[in-house]
């Protein structure tokens, strides 16, 4: 017995000695973590930065986790909680204001990251991570939205060229719909996901701004999409699935889905895309930028932004904001731009020729010049807004107006909590 | 001194000491994972937390927007509906499939395993599959098969209507396999001297189900129906993985609690609003429970 209880003390001595011996070999190096939600391309890029950037910084090790995009809030919120999980993190610029008010993100050092240097070099649009005269995180890259289109399908319907306008992209999809004998749909002219996806984006900043509206009011503390202007927009996107009949939401899963497998003419959505649809076996498409209406054109940017997480102190906080630099520089958008194939987060880099002329990123590099970031108080519920007030409509026959009445409502009560009114 | 202590115990002592350490291990693991839980639980729902800031006492302000909460009715009806809808028909099939199972030799054992097999699949993978059998027709199981018969087809998961049956299909077809093999064992449990007293009387297929099966069943139904009530009232992985974006619509056709409690607890961080619905459920959970001992005891009393 004695015995024994000596040799549980040696081995548990020896534990905590090599414990200690470890942790003091390492005392100079950092180690920090990296999150971002699974998604091939951005783990590959984010895997080249890393190595490219631990080669120059030695005595820093980044440790790069991800996992599904489904579980990607929960986990980060329960993580930083319980005092665990990364010290750089991801998040769409969308969920700002939750990753704020909830303390999970603290402010960009001014002394890494100079205001002005970030006022004259990125996008006018990264000045929504500025709250309370803080910025709260900078994008690699940013994003907007574009019109693909399936070249063997406008061929075959005998249409040359992407739509010009709202008003060409209905008779297209119309041309473009296909059904069997007994009326069941087996192609679709234009693909919307009834609201989720890109579509709510669309919604918002496209539809509502071309029919005269506007989504917010100017200090972005009013709801205002549900005027006429509003109701046309909706009555807009949803006559595709509910009159025209070109678009049923759910068909082959999701319009990215349907496009990829060759059975969608047209569909909304980012760069990023672009990766999937190269991959489609036998998909034939171009890009175009989305259709005007009475001669101006609107579109929605995006961006995911990289910010320090409250967990970040001291030499771990120092490494995190060294990387952060790293993350924003000229050379680590191109490989982003190139990996990924969203969009670098400065003009500078953007908006050179070469980029603008290329035939994929063109035409959302393009539309980086008319584009507009919605300040979303709470992206979650506030998307539900427009998923709801669009199954109201096609499910039950609700009159536009009635849906945005209600919906709205609901979004404002969301924004009168947020401000405090 | 412990061993000094220990030696001058006497054996029943001892004993008593030895079955109470051995006894704690349950109470402790109950008080630190479960009680514990519960009562922060309380105590949250009084508080305004987002999961990382300080708690802030504001009464009973979660339960009155709660109240006042048009979706919190609508997230309750349908979790009662799961409950009230679910259960008889789940019932009713897996007696009926047992009844009839019972009386067969030939297969019984594969087709029992057939109707198990379901229990035992990850309501996640199966749910899925399900997704995939309500899609539209080129890739729809349920649609293709609908339109060899020539019926138009169904929007199933994408109907406010139909939506919610959609859902609770899989979950009553996972639990069958679990009550047809106990309502079997029920019906293996009467004794064969009643059946024969039955025939010698001259008593009909009907009247033995009648007068002799359903009354026998009776512990195992009231069982059963208290296990798969709380079972339905708590349902969350068919309504997570079927529904768009998991968020329990269309326009929340089927949205349960425990999916709403999920919500405001890890997408919006609203800690006290969640904890608060957890006390509901908690109380409906309870007032079930109850009910359901109350009428399992009237039983006891006939006796």
Do not use: C
Not at chain 1, 70 to 83: C, E, L, Q, S
Not at chain 2, 81 to 101: D, E, H, Q
Not at chain 2, 180 to 189: D, E, H, K, N, S
Request: glycine content about 6%; overall charge neutral.
């Amino acid at each position: 017995m004695e015995e024994k209880l000596k040799n549980i003390k040696l081995y548990l001595f020896s534990i905590f000695g090599s414990l200690f011996i470890f942790s003091s070999i390492s005392a100079n190096a950092v180690e920090i973590e990296y999150w971002q939600y699974e998604y091939g391309a951005r783990v590959e890029a984010i895997d080249k930065l890393i190595a490219n950037f631990q080669s120059a910084n030695p005595d820093i090790t980044i440790k790069h986790t991800y996992f599904p995009y489904a579980d990607y809030r929960k986990k980060v919120a329960i993580a930083v909680a319980a005092g665990d999980g990364p010290d750089l993190v991801q998040l769409y610029y969308g969920w700002l204001n939750d990753y704020r008010d909830t303390g999970l993100i603290q402010p960009l050092p001014k002394d890494v990251f100079s205001h002005d240097d970030i006022e004259s070099n990125f996008f006018k649009m990264v000045s929504a991570m500025k709250v309370d005269g803080d910025y709260w995180g900078l994008p690699t890259a940013v994003r907007s939205l574009a019109l693909f289109y399936n070249n063997d399908l406008l061929k075959e319907a005998g249409l040359s060229g992407p739509p010009e306008t709202l008003d060409d992209m209905v008779n297209y999809a119309k041309k473009l719909t296909k059904r069997d004998g007994s009326g069941n749909l087996i192609q679709e002219g234009m693909a919307f996901d009834g609201g989720i996806g890109q579509t709510h984006h669309f919604f918002r900043e496209v539809l509502v701004r071309h029919f005269g509206g506007k989504p917010f009011s100017d200090d972005g503390q009013k709801v205002t999409y549900n005027d006429a202007a509003g109701a046309k927009a909706l009555k807009y996107l949803t006559d595709f699935e509910k009159t025209h009949k070109t678009t049923q939401n759910g068909f082959m899963n999701r319009g990215q889905d349907a496009f990829a497998a060759g059975k969608v003419g047209l569909y909304i959505d980012g760069s990023f895309r672009i990766s999937k649809f190269k991959k489609a076996e036998g998909l034939n498409f171009s890009i175009s930028e989305l259709p005007g209406h009475n001669g101006t054109r609107y579109n929605f940017s995006s961006f995911w932004a990289n910010a320090l997480s409250s967990k970040a102190e001291g030499a771990k906080k120092d490494a995190a904001a060294k990387f952060l630099k790293y993350l924003t520089s000229d050379e680590a958008m191109q490989i982003w731009l190139d990996t990924v194939g969203e969009l670098p987060a400065k003009p500078s880099v953007a908006l050179v020729d070469e980029n603008k002329q290329h035939p994929l990123y063109g035409p959302f590099i393009r539309g980086l010049d008319y584009a507009t970031a919605t300040t979303f108080v709470s992206e979650k519920p506030q998307r539900q807004s427009i998923v709801d007030a669009y199954d109201m409509v096609v499910l039950q026959d609700v009159s536009p107006e009635d849906a945005l009445a209600k919906v709205v409502k609901k979004e404002q009560e969301l924004f009168d909590d947020f401000f405090g009114n | 001194m412990f061993r000094s202590f220990w030696e001058n115990l006497t054996i029943k002592q001892k004993l008593a000491i030895t079955a109470w350490l051995f006894l704690a291990i349950p109470i402790i693991f109950y008080i630190t994972i479960r009680f514990y839980p519960t009562y922060e639980a309380f105590y949250v729902s009084f508080m305004k937390w987002n999961l990382l800031g300080a708690k802030k006492y504001i009464g009973f302000k979660n339960y009155i927007r709660i109240w006042g909460d048009e979706d919190f009715w609508i997230v309750l009806w349908n979790t009662i509906k799961y409950a009230i809808i679910g259960v008889p028909i789940s019932l009713l099939i897996s007696f009926t499939v047992a009844y009839y199972l019972n009386e067969i030799r030939f297969g019984h054992q594969t087709i029992r395993a057939l109707y198990f097999i379901p229990f035992l699949t990850t309501a996640v993978a199966m749910a899925w599959v399900w997704r995939w059998f309500y899609q539209p027709m080129p890739i729809g199981y349920f649609n293709i098969m609908l339109s060899w018969i020539g019926i138009p087809q169904q929007p199933f998961l994408r109907s406010v209507e139909q939506a919610l049956y959609s859902v609770m299909a899989p979950a009553v077809w996972a639990g069958l396999g679990f009550q047809i093999v106990i309502f079997i064992a029920g019906l293996r449990a009467i004794p064969k001297s009643h059946f024969e007293a039955a025939e010698i009387d001259g008593a009909g297929r009907l009247q033995i189900l009648r007068e002799i099966i359903l009354p026998a069943l009776k512990p195992t139904t009231i069982f059963l129906i208290i296990i798969s009530t709380i079972g339905f009232l708590r349902i969350f992985d068919q309504v997570y993985t079927m529904s768009e974006d998991s968020a329990g619509g269309p326009l929340n056709a089927t949205k349960p609690l425990v999916l709403m409690i999920y919500d405001f607890a890890f997408d919006e961080f609203k800690l006290g609003r969640a904890s608060a619905l957890t006390v509901i459920l908690f109380l409906l959970l309870l007032f079930v429970s109850i009910l359901q001992l109350w009428l399992a005891r009237n039983r006891y009393a006939k006796k």
